[in-house]
Every structure is written in C-alpha cells, then in structure tokens.
C-alpha cells in the first residue's frame, strides 16, 4: 500500500458504547494496517452517560439494524444487560488517557473494551469491570480515571469534537475523518461495514487525489 507523503490524520469520533462504533472499529483496524504512517486520533464522544438510554424495545431495534447492515450477531450476554443504565463515563477517562498517554496502544484498547462490552456483556461501568484489561495491556492509568465524573482531559477533548462536529455540520457519531494537509474528507463509512477491507481503497483514492 502507498505510504503517504502528505501529512494525514485519521478522526474517529466513537462511543465505546455505542453498537455502530463498534461495527466501524474494525475499519479503523484496516486502515491503520494499511497505512502505519497516518496519524490516528481516537476521539470518544462520551455520549452515553446513563440520562440518554432509550427503552429496551428501541435498544433491541437499533441493534436489529446494527446486525442487517453489518451482517454480524450481538452475544446474548450484551443483550441480557440492555435494560440497564448505559454510561461509558470510565471509558471515555480511560481512551481519553491512552491516546495522551499510550498512543501506540489505545486502539489495541479500544478493541479490547468493545470486545468486553458487546461480547462479553460488561457493562464497563466500575473500576473492577477494567481490571483483566488492564492487567493484559500492561497499563497503569491514574486513579482519577476511575473516578464517575469525566475528567478534565475528557472535557477539553470534548471541546475538541465539538469544533470539528460544527466542520462537518453533524453531531451524529460514530464519525470517520481523513484530513490530508488542509483538506477534510469524511468518510462514508456504512459502504463498509459487511467488508472492512474495502475502505482501504476508499482512503487510497482520497490520497491519490492531494498527491
């Protein structure tokens, strides 16, 4: 795959709580295979904070259609947790903590959260819900990131998204951008979802275009 030679980043704008992030994540995996050199920034939203859940009928739907545009199977285990509160306050301290603080791992950790919350049906809500992921990525995240409030690293990122979400004039999440230079292209991410791999192509022709 060509390397770019131009200075490009990658935004994604998530919610590891949130099912259509995490059938986009496996893009974000692919692209970050194919080109080493761009510049990821994973940017968590921190939009479920257990005020916004809708009922459980409308859960179920939205994962129903989840499911048909992504051709994928929620586990019974994140089903079952589905009428309870849903709040990624600790998750969002955490990501928010690794891509300052451990770059190099946060999306390793991002997979690893996802993986816990829509397989494994862990609600990721208390500090004791992270300690196995923790324990296998190594990683010593500060106290203060355990604490249920987002912290301020959280809230100046959330400046952050909200400045670029007034760019692309859409609060929807998850959100996929490429900035090539001074160029922002956001990515139509729903053509993917059933064959991740495609976006490669996608990523390339954006490329190509400012080269």
């Known amino acids: 795959m060509t390397t770019p030679t131009l200075s490009a980043q990658l935004f994604f704008l998530y919610d590891t709580h949130c099912p259509w992030s995490y059938v986009v994540t496996p893009l974000i995996n692919e692209i970050t295979k194919a080109f080493p050199n761009i510049e990821l920034h994973l940017w968590h939203a921190a939009y479920f904070d257990g005020r916004n859940d809708s009922n459980t009928n409308s859960k179920n ?50 997979n690893a959260l996802q993986q816990a919350h829509f397989e494994q049906g862990n609600k990721l809500a208390k500090q004791s819900d992270f300690d196995d992921i923790i324990a296998t990525l190594k990683i010593s995240p500060p106290a203060k990131i355990f604490k249920d409030k987002l912290n301020k690293d959280v809230l100046i990122q959330l ?53």
């Open 61 to 110: 739907t939205e994962l129903d259609q989840v499911e048909k545009l992504a051709n994928i199977t929620f586990s019974g285990d994140y089903r079952n947790i589905l009428d309870q509160s849903t709040n990624s306050t600790l998750s969002a301290n955490l990501m928010t903590w690794a891509q300052n603080k451990t770059p190099s791992l946060a999306l390793t950790l991002l």
């Open 159 to 211: 400046e952050e998204i909200y400045s670029l979400q007034e760019i692309i004039q859409t609060e929807a999440i998850p959100a996929l951008l490429l900035a090539i230079d001074d160029k922002l292209v956001l990515l139509s991410h729903n053509f993917y979802l059933t064959e991740p791999k495609a976006i490669i192509d996608a990523v390339q022709l954006e490329l190509n275009k400012h080269t």
